[in-house]
């Protein structure tokens, strides 16, 4: 297990974790990414983008020609989305284009949600080990957990796989991009605000008051993540004491000094869970 997860600086996060528990775990909340960390970046050895991928795979959600067409957007989009030489204002224009192209796509194809039903029925997507035992103890000792998701697989799909895995707790809370149904259960538009790569940071709690009342006054605060630039999660929070956790899945010897810049503890090789449930069980004692 050492080998899967390092510490860039050890001193400082004791230091972090002693406060943390010192205050209790009435004064705690997680922050955390779906994809590629609660769930598996790799299953059966072949990477696992999104959710939002099996829409592509499988012929019978959606028409060919639409799956075709969401595809030439990602192909249009994504080299802005990771062009070093672009600006960060730059990028969040070109990323409400393409959320915005994409979710007026799936609405003109009659996206309905008995198709976001059928996408957790995937056997692409998994679950990372230990997971259903770190949201248990969450759950047991009443941790809220805010799952903060830009994927264009929307809030229901997250919702819909959570509860087939029998962990669906009252204290996680969901936020993604979600649609407008008809009567017939049609999306017939969509949510705002839009919630892409570059504006998913804690800000946009502001927006979901029921969720912030739960957290505003938990000021130590534990970030799960997996992205290279998600870092400024909380930089707007008035937090007391935080660990960042990143998941660092593939291009390990590449991206590693990268993160290690940024980050407190790093999980490699898209690794378990074992090691944040250690941390929780330190926090209780």
């Known amino acids: 297990m050492k080998n899967n997860y390092i510490f860039t600086d050890k001193n400082y996060y004791n230091l972090v974790l002693d406060n943390i528990k010192n205050e209790g775990l009435d004064n705690l909340h997680f922050l955390a990414d779906f994809d590629n960390t609660l769930t598996k970046a790799f299953v059966n050895w072949k990477r696992t983008p999104s959710l939002v991928s ?26 802005k989305e990771i062009d070093p030489n672009l600006s960060i204002e730059e990028k969040i224009k070109y990323m409400e284009f393409w959320w ?15 198709i976001l039903e059928e996408i957790w029925r995937t056997d692409k997507v998994e679950l990372r080990e230990w997971v259903k035992e770190f949201l248990e103890f969450l759950n047991q000792n009443n ?21 087939e895995n029998n962990i669906y707790y009252p204290n996680i809370e969901i936020i993604s991009n979600d649609f407008i149904w008809d009567k017939n ?22 927006d979901f008051s029921e969720i912030y009342l739960k957290i505003k006054n938990r000021k130590n605060v534990i970030l799960l993540w ?28 590449e991206l590693i000094e990268e993160y290690k810049k940024r980050y407190d503890i790093l999980i490699l090789n898209d690794w378990d869970f074992k090691f944040i449930n ?5 926090l209780k004692k």
């Open 54 to 79: 099996v829409l592509r795979w499988k012929d019978w959600l959606l028409w060919e020609e639409v799956a075709k067409k969401d595809i030439e957007l990602f192909e249009k989009y994504h080299p």
């Open 100 to 114: 915005k192209e994409s979710f007026e796509l799936f609405i003109e194809s009659w996206l309905t949600k008995n």
């Open 143 to 163: 941790i809220p957990i805010v799952i903060i998701s830009a994927s264009w697989i929307w809030k229901l799909s997250i919702k819909y796989f959570l509860e």
């Open 185 to 206: 259960w049609k999306a017939i538009d969509y949510k705002r605000p839009i919630i892409h790569s570059f504006n998913k940071s804690e800000t946009i709690i502001s």
């Open 226 to 253: 997996d992205s290279l630039w998600d870092h400024h999660m909380v930089d707007w929070f008035n937090y007391k004491n935080l660990i960042k956790v990143w998941f660092l899945n593939y291009k390990v010897n």
């Open 278 to 282: 250690n941390l929780l069980l330190t």
